[in-house]
């Protein structure tokens, strides 16, 4: 595997550190849940094979991106506004390719309604929008339960809260879905353990690392959201929601399928489930790159973009 090039970007109240790889159209990887750059590890170096400059990186007050205020509420918009600030600094003169997975799907849905002259097609794999379900109001009482559990009895407990109220109707099973992957995701529950290589240690690592910050302020602030249904619509020829094969029922995914069908969109499904870009990374690269390609944007291989910055040496 290639390393990819790494440098950070000073933004309104925080650092963002991002990671680079190839040349070519800019695809721009927003990680979801507690998950950063190197959650993109089995997707990105593929995606930059294919022609691409592929940019992932840590959203604000995750792994290497730090808040100067650590105790600052997180938003959606503000999360955005960091994506755009990447955008413009790596790609300033042409629009860009972007995929977002669960919250970072959230953030590239605000992103589309913003800035929608910044964005040529963006993929958003199971966004946990509630708002938009006839339901809303018990999933806004899931998160005020989540939130009490995390005040009065601490990380787990919230956790054990949060995975239940995701599950498929009906399921009785404890925990999170089986599929959840342990190191990533909107349930994730790490566990480090002997026999892991380095790499994957220290995300498991991180990842326990970044669970408070992710259920107490992520959580809230994202799940909370309301897309804009009717600004949605008007740009729905350069969205593609999609969802996990192996997670119908649950709660992200129904939100997904939910969306797809208020904007009279096909929900696009992926391999795997809510975190089956960990679990099938290979399949799920694949049709990615499929989705991406039916864009049509020209991939380069030669010369560095018109703005004459070399984004595989960032400043």
Do not use: C, W
Not at 54 to 67: A, E, F, I, K, N
Not at 132 to 160: I, N, S
Not at 235 to 244: E, F, H, K, M, T
Not at 274 to 285: D, I, R, S
């Amino acid at each position: 595997m290639t390393a990819p090039t790494s440098s950070s970007l000073r933004v309104n109240g925080a650092t963002l550190h991002y990671e680079v790889r190839g040349r070519g159209p800019l695809v721009l990887l927003i990680p979801g849940g507690t998950g950063g750059a190197a959650s993109f590890d089995g997707v990105a170096e593929d995606l930059a094979a294919d022609g691409y400059t592929v940019v992932g990186y840590d959203p604000r007050g995750m792994s290497r991106s730090t808040l100067d205020d650590p105790g600052a509420e997180q938003h959606v918009a503000e999360h955005a506004d960091d994506a755009l600030r990447i955008l413009d600094l790596l790609s300033p003169d042409e629009p860009a390719l972007v995929f977002g997975a669960s919250s970072g799907a959230i953030v590239a849905l605000h992103l589309l309604t913003a800035h929608p002259e910044r964005i040529a097609r963006v993929v958003t794999h199971e966004p946990p929008v509630v708002e938009v379900l006839p339901d809303a109001a018990e999933h806004r009482a899931l998160l005020a339960r989540v939130q009490d559990t995390f005040r009065t009895q601490g990380l787990m407990p919230a956790m054990a809260v949060f995975a239940a109220g995701l599950k498929k109707d009906g399921d009785t099973t404890d925990g999170a879905p089986k599929d959840r992957d342990t190191t990533d995701g909107d349930t994730a529950q790490p566990e480090p353990g002997p026999g892991l290589p380095p790499r994957a240690a220290a995300r498991a690592e991180q990842t326990m690392a970044d669970l408070p910050y992710f259920v107490g302020r992520i959580v809230p602030g994202f799940m909370s959201y309301a897309p804009d249904i009717r600004r949605l619509e008007g740009l729905s020829d350069r969205l593609v929601i999609a969802g996990g094969q192996d997670s119908r029922g649950e709660l992200p995914y129904r939100s997904a399928a939910f969306l797809a069908e208020r904007l009279g969109t096909e929900l696009q499904h992926f391999p795997g489930g809510h975190v089956g870009l960990t679990t099938h990374p290979a399949e799920f690269g694949e049709l990615l790159r499929k989705v991406f390609r039916s864009q049509g944007l020209r991939r380069r291989t030669g010369p560095a973009p018109s703005s004459g910055r070399d984004v595989r040496k960032p400043r």
